[in-house]
């Protein structure tokens, strides 16, 4: 049973337009997100996060997005560009018996088109 | 560099075998996790340590063990190896629970 989901496992966009990466997680007491970045053959580096007592972070070209009632984040690049080219993880954190646990999504692959 | 520092960084060994993989946390952090990623899937969590104590657990297998040492380095255990575990381990750390985790560079192990 997936608790986080990133429903696209890849994502297109011409360089200069907007990325916009989508995701789920099912349990309301997750209180933490971040999202991650992985190029091939590394691990994976920590873009930004955001906590549920707001419903926006921003760090230069990178803004997340958190929607508490639909228990639904988003991860917006503007503009993108070609280096922006990765696969991203979604993960959360937070509640009585996940608290200690970092759990990831399944990733979504963002190919910025030069 | 995220100050998380893995070895090996390349493993290959034998079916039935078992290996040990080393990680160091970043200096000052207590938390650490062991993390397993197969083939382009996601990041499965296995296991994290804090302070040297189990906090948590996923979907780790009985013939993997960790554990933390009072030096705050970390070891995860593989034995009797099957081809399925070849993949990528991760270690990661953070300050503790709610904060960010850093990740290092992981273990390519390939049993063969």
């Known amino acids: 049973d997936q608790q986080v989901k990133q429903n696209s496992p890849s994502l297109s966009v011409q360089e200069g337009r907007i990325s916009i990466l989508n995701c789920d997680y099912t349990?309301?007491?997750?209180?933490?997100f971040l999202w991650y970045k992985k190029y091939p053959a590394e691990g994976p580096t920590f873009l930004i996060s955001?906590?549920?007592?707001?419903d926006k972070n921003e760090d230069g070209r990178f803004t997340v997005f958190l929607n508490k009632s639909a228990k639904h984040l988003s991860l917006h690049i503007v503009p993108s560009q070609p280096g922006d080219s990765a696969v991203y993880f979604c993960?959360?954190?937070?509640?009585?018996?996940?608290?200690?646990?970092?759990?990831f999504g399944p990733g979504t692959s963002l190919s910025v088109i030069p | 560099d995220s100050g998380v520092t893995q070895t090996p960084k390349h493993l290959i060994t034998a079916t039935g075998q078992r290996v040990t993989l080393r990680c160091s946390p970043r200096s000052g952090d207590l938390s650490v996790y062991w993390y397993q990623q197969s083939l382009d899937q996601g990041l499965q969590f296995l296991i994290q340590y804090y302070n040297g104590e189990e906090r948590a657990k996923g979907n780790i297998l009985e013939r993997f063990s960790a554990q933390q040492f009072p030096d705050l380095h970390s070891e995860l255990n593989l034995s009797s190896l099957e081809l399925g575990d070849s993949a990528l381990y991760f270690c990661?750390?953070?300050?503790?629970?709610?904060?960010?985790?850093?990740f290092g560079q992981g273990t390519r192990l390939t049993v063969v």
């Open positions: 349990n309301s007491m997750f209180d933490y």
């Open positions: 993960a959360v954190t937070g509640g009585k018996t996940s608290y200690d646990k970092v759990i």
């Open positions: 990661a750390s953070s300050a503790g629970p709610g904060t960010e985790a850093f």
């Open positions: 955001i906590s549920s007592i707001k």
